[in-house]
């Protein structure tokens, strides 16, 4: 299946999940990323769950924290 993650299409098998996802994109810091399918948030507690479709629109969010 061909999907878009961070901007780019990738080619993945049908099945992956989002955590497979993050694994696969050594995705820095897993446990402080929120991601979003197609504009959507995933919840955390479906991360290993979650399967991911031909087309979908994937992207990785980090929040950070910051101020004086």
């Known amino acids: 299946m061909t999907i ?7 080619e993945y098998p049908q099945g992956l999940t989002v ?3 993050i694994e696969a ?7 402080y990323v929120t991601v979003t ?3 959507d948030f995933v919840k955390s507690d479906e991360i290993e769950t979650k399967v991911i479709n031909d087309g979908d629109v ?3 969010l980090y929040f950070m924290g ?3």
């Open 37 to 39: 399918i197609n504009d």
């Open 4 to 10: 878009t993650v961070a901007g780019k299409k990738k």
């Open 25 to 31: 994109e050594d995705v820095e810091s897993p446990l």
């Open 66 to 68: 910051g101020g004086c």
């Open 19 to 21: 955590k497979q996802l």
């Open 58 to 60: 994937i992207e990785f």
